[in-house]
């Protein structure tokens, strides 16, 4: 007996019909998979631009934002619960394995922004002895303490009477009155600079204190005398002639000259109001926005001026919620840049082939053309014979809250 071979028991059998099956493509070759890639990056651009013509995307950055947030609003008397735990719950989130904070993404725990981590969630309600707090105090103390943190950091403490206001630098408001050509003028200083130096002078001339219901002793390791500015320095070298001249300005501020002082603040409070942008904010960014909040705040305005009351609002504008696994939270922006980003899409658009004359680029150049700056700043007391034309990083003709600032 033979056995049939699978090919032999066909035999007999009418022919198979062909097969209509298609074969398997073929894998996509590096140079396909380029293409794929840049025609969906070029789709993704085309769905994120705005009607208008513009682009803008979210700006990630440290919990800095959002402690000095809560701090100012707890400063001013208009803190709420609601806003207070969605702050709360996101900055928990981001605190490091080793109990810190970091400055980007990714990044190692930095002293400063851990401080003012747990000084907010102290505020929050978190207590002291909690898990999350105990690794924190523990980052802090064991990176220098309290005492090595930042100068603003410090400022933010001493409002509230965590810090001394004698143990910081002090800044006269009369150097609003120096000449352009005298040296620390604040002209000297770029655009967010000026704008946070000329109310800082208001807020360290009058060193107000708001107290808290709790203290920092958990941050302390006592070693005052290791903060940079407290080592003493050769009176020859830059450091020495810094610790010198805050030592004068200190005894200064003691026993000013009174009409002077009092003039450089009137001063210094029109300088500030004549900067302040449509949108409420000054210089486009937190740091200046915050602080002549602070110092309008101090010199007697309300919250109901209408200078205050558009900064507020502004600073509302930059606040951006999310639906997380855990609740809400809330996180501010340091900043809106939609003219820097629609000017990185058109790039990104024209390096990856699309045509100059292409309806989304045309319309983005179109948007761009009509941000531009054609009357002078501050940056003109350096350059006065410079005509305008340059462009912000931010917009005032967006539907989101952003501002316009002169060119630098």
Not at 179 to 196: E, I, L, S
Not at 288 to 296: H, K, T
Not at 298 to 311: E, F, I, N, T
């Amino acid at each position: 007996m033979t056995r049939t071979s699978p090919v032999d028991s066909t035999a007999g059998s009418p022919p198979a019909a062909p097969s209509t099956a298609c074969p398997p493509a073929a894998p996509a070759t590096g140079s396909q998979r380029a293409a794929q890639t840049l025609a969906a990056a070029v789709a993704n651009l085309r769905e994120r631009q705005d009607p208008q013509g513009w682009w803008k995307g979210d700006l990630d950055t440290n919990v800095t934002m959002d402690a000095e947030d809560l701090l100012l609003r707890e400063f001013l008397g208009i803190r709420r619960a609601g806003e207070t735990e969605e702050a709360a719950r996101w900055i928990r989130s981001q605190q490091r394995e080793d109990g810190g904070w970091a400055v980007y993404h990714g990044g190692p725990g930095d002293l400063s922004t851990t401080v003012e981590a747990w000084v907010a969630l102290r505020l929050a309600g978190d207590a002291a002895d909690a898990a999350h707090l105990v690794r924190a105090a523990e980052f802090v103390r064991g990176n220098g303490g309290l005492e090595r943190s930042r100068v603003f950091t410090r400022i933010w403490l001493a409002m509230f009477g965590l810090w001394s206001w004698d143990d910081l630098p002090h800044l006269p408001p009369e150097l609003i009155y120096f000449p352009k050509w005298f040296p620390f003028n604040v002209y000297d200083w770029g655009c967010w600079a000026r704008q946070t130096i000329v109310p800082l002078t208001i807020v360290c001339t009058l060193c107000p204190v708001r107290p808290l219901p709790f203290g920092v002793d958990e941050l302390r390791t006592g070693t005052a005398a290791l903060r940079p500015e407290a080592a003493p320095a050769p009176p020859w070298t830059w450091a020495g002639l810094f610790q010198r001249t805050d030592r004068v300005l200190h005894a200064y501020s003691r026993r000013p000259v009174r009409p002077l002082r009092q003039a450089a603040m009137r001063r210094a409070a029109e300088w500030i109001l004549a900067r302040q942008e449509a949108d409420g904010c000054w210089g486009g960014i937190q740091p200046p926005w915050v602080y002549s909040v602070l110092a309008l705040h101090l010199l007697g305005y309300s919250l109901d001026h209408p200078s205050l009351r558009v900064a507020i609002a502004g600073l509302d504008g930059f606040i951006l919620r999310e639906n997380t696994p855990d609740g809400w939270v809330r996180r501010l922006e340091a900043c809106q840049s939609p003219v820097w980003d629609t000017c990185l899409a058109v790039t990104a658009l024209l390096d990856a082939g699309v045509p100059a004359d292409d309806p989304a680029v045309a319309q983005a150049g179109d948007w761009l053309l009509g941000e531009e700056i054609r009357v002078p700043g501050d940056w003109s007391v350096r350059r006065p014979g410079l005509a305008p034309g340059g462009g912000p990083s931010s917009s005032t003709t967006t539907p989101i809250r952003t501002p316009t600032t002169p060119p630098r």
